[in-house]
């Protein structure tokens, strides 16, 4: 397949910088999360554990999509940079290893939050958070472009759609709060304009009032 050339095929691509912004910054406070967290105050864990959880969840959502729908495509369309995707596929599987290195001491955590297990859990953090920085990095320098010459918009926008068909009712408005807190007004309009009505109308009013208390409890000190 050639470069696409119509503008009406070409994916818009900026969609995953906006994900991507909002995954940097949950991850990046996730070890400030821990650590601020008093010691044996269950309550207080278990509020971080459970935004931990939902992020977590997140990124799975966006790499399986990536791994269902993106990679397969620029194997197939991109060459000779498909030792890049391969470099990709790689990464998503050892940030797999940092998850399942933390949501053990996760749970550890939340049940019994001494100081040793929240500094264990928040240096996890860190390093996994490192290491997805490093993959984020690369993917918006180098694979975007790739994309936005060799996937369709339809093909480019069954990755959301994963998204959305695997985000159960109650992730769905803090998911796309999280997502749209970062974004300034344009990149608002097109990250809801993909959506349903229906949908829309609900992450404006119920949805924006779930993720509002969600994230007052998530900051409260």
């Known amino acids: 397949m050639t470069a696409l050339t119509r503008t ?6 900026h969609e995953m910088v906006v994900v991507h912004r909002a995954f940097r910054r949950e991850f990046g406070a996730a070890a400030g999360h821990v650590r601020r967290t008093p010691v044996s105050d269950t ?6 554990a459970t935004h931990l959880r939902l992020c977590t969840a997140g990124l799975e959502m966006h790499h399986t999509g990536e791994d269902i729908v993106l990679w397969p495509l620029l194997l197939e369309r991109a060459a000779p940079s498909t030792g890049l995707v391969e470099t990709m596929q790689a990464q998503h599987h050892g940030i797999d290893g940092h998850v399942g290195a933390i949501l053990p001491a996760l749970a550890t955590w939340e049940a019994t939050p001494t100081e040793a297990a929240g500094e264990h859990l928040a240096t996890l953090c860190e390093r996994f958070t490192a290491a997805l920085l490093e993959h984020l ?8 472009p790739l994309a936005s010459r060799h996937v369709t918009a339809a093909e480019w926008n069954q990755m959301g759609q994963h998204g959305k068909d695997t985000m159960t009712a109650s992730q769905l408005p803090i998911m796309f709060g999280l997502v749209l807190q970062g974004a300034d007004d344009d990149e608002r ?6 959506l349903p009505l229906p949908v829309r109308l609900l992450l404006k009013t119920v949805g924006a009032r779930q993720f ?7 900051h409260a000190s």
């Open 8 to 13: 009406d095929q070409r994916p818009d691509v």
């Open 43 to 48: 309550r207080r864990a278990k509020i971080v």
């Open 137 to 144: 990095d690369l993917e918006e320098r180098e694979i975007l």
């Open 189 to 194: 309009a097109r990250m809801l304009g993909n």
């Open 212 to 218: 509002k208390r969600y994230v007052r409890r998530l």
